[in-house]
Structures are given as C-alpha cells and as structure tokens.
C-alpha cells in the first residue's frame, strides 16, 4: 500500500523570504570588521557576504512597513537595493556600519511609499475629475440639446479648458485601450445618475 505524503500548504512570498533570510545568521562585530577590512580583488566577496548577512535588516524594515500599501515582496526588493549600495559605498570613516545600512535601507523603502502614495493620490483625483466632468455633461446636454463642447464644459466646472480637453483624451484613450476599470467605473456612476422608472 502506497504511503499517503500529506502535502504542505504553499508558502507565501513574505514565508519564502524569511527562509531564505534564515539562511544568513548574523555575523558577529569581529567578523563584520574583519570583512569591512577587506582590500582587492577579495573585496566584492567580502562585499556579497556583508549584503546576505545583513538581510535581516530589510526584513525587519519591510515587516514594519507592510501595512501601508506596498507588498512585503516589493519592501524586501527596493530595501535590498538600498543595502547593496551602502555596503558597496560605506567607507570607515564614514560612522557606524549599522547605522549607515538601517538608514540606506529606510530612505530607499520610505521612497517607494511616498511614490505609491502620490500614485494613489493621482489616481482618486483622476476618477473624481472624470465623475464632475461625466455630470457636466449630463448636465449641459439636457440645457443645450446637444454635446457641450471643451469651452462651456470649462465655464461650467471653472477649469481651464486645457483641463477639460486632456480628461476628454484621456477618457478616450481609455476607451481604445479598453480600460475596463475605469470604463466600468463610470457606467456605475452613469447608472447611479438615471432616473428611476416609475413604471418598473
């Protein structure tokens, strides 16, 4: 009778970097100078050895910041790029070889944050633009009769005409692209807006 294997869950990105990590204890402060000592062509190992032993300094950045909309995964690889740059520039005397790491690794992953903010932020102002603009044009095709064009949508919502033109082009470009988020966004927003029949 063949032996029954019980299969293990799979492990997420953030349990498999942690693994890997694990495989890296740290060095204690003799090795770590012996290492920073290091002159030649011996230099870019000694390099690597300092980077992977003092990956759980990104870990323990990465776990501190994996509630702010960024992936442990993508925290882990921007703070590694931090980690790498400072061991291949730290200088003695440059201060604390520590101190130097923790903070390369921060300002790297602190960047990426902001950045994936802004790009948050950018997105929500889009979305609402496009919503006024979708009212707008509602709003004025009842009164006119007819599409209203950049120049009256602009006097209606108080942008400069510019604005209106560069969300009409984007709007279109969305709908040749097949933008199905957004597009989907603003059919709710369109059936949102109707009416109710009175006779449903």
């Known amino acids: 009778m063949a032996q ?5 869950p799979p492990k997420d990105e953030e349990d498999e970097i942690r693994a890997q990590v694990a495989r890296y204890p740290r060095l204690s402060n003799a ?3 012996r290492l ?4 030649g062509v011996e230099r870019d190992e000694a390099n690597r050895t300092l980077i992977e032993h003092n990956l759980h300094l990104v870990v323990e950045a990465a776990q501190a910041r994996k509630q702010r909309g960024v992936p442990f995964g993508d925290l882990f690889q921007e703070g590694t790029v931090g980690l790498i740059s400072a061991v291949e520039h730290y200088k003695p005397g ?15 992953m602190d960047d990426v944050l902001a950045q994936t903010q802004e790009a948050q932020r950018n997105d929500e102002a889009f979305v609402v633009a496009c919503r006024l603009l979708e009212s707008a044009q509602r709003l004025l095709s009842e009164r006119l009769g007819r ?5 009256e949508l602009a006097k209606l919502l108080q942008w400069e005409e510019a604005r209106v033109n560069v969300i009409l082009e984007m709007l279109r470009g969305a709908e040749v692209v097949h933008d199905q988020e957004l597009l989907d966004y603003l059919e709710v927003l369109d059936d949102a807006n109707e009416p109710d029949d009175p006779e449903a």
């Open 36 to 39: 920073l000592a290091t002159q």
């Open 147 to 151: 599409d209203a064009t950049p120049a």
């Open 94 to 108: 440059d201060g604390g070889f520590h101190a130097r790491l923790v903070h390369a690794i921060d300002v790297t």
């Open 4 to 8: 029954r294997v019980e299969q293990q």
């Open 31 to 33: 090795q770590e100078q």
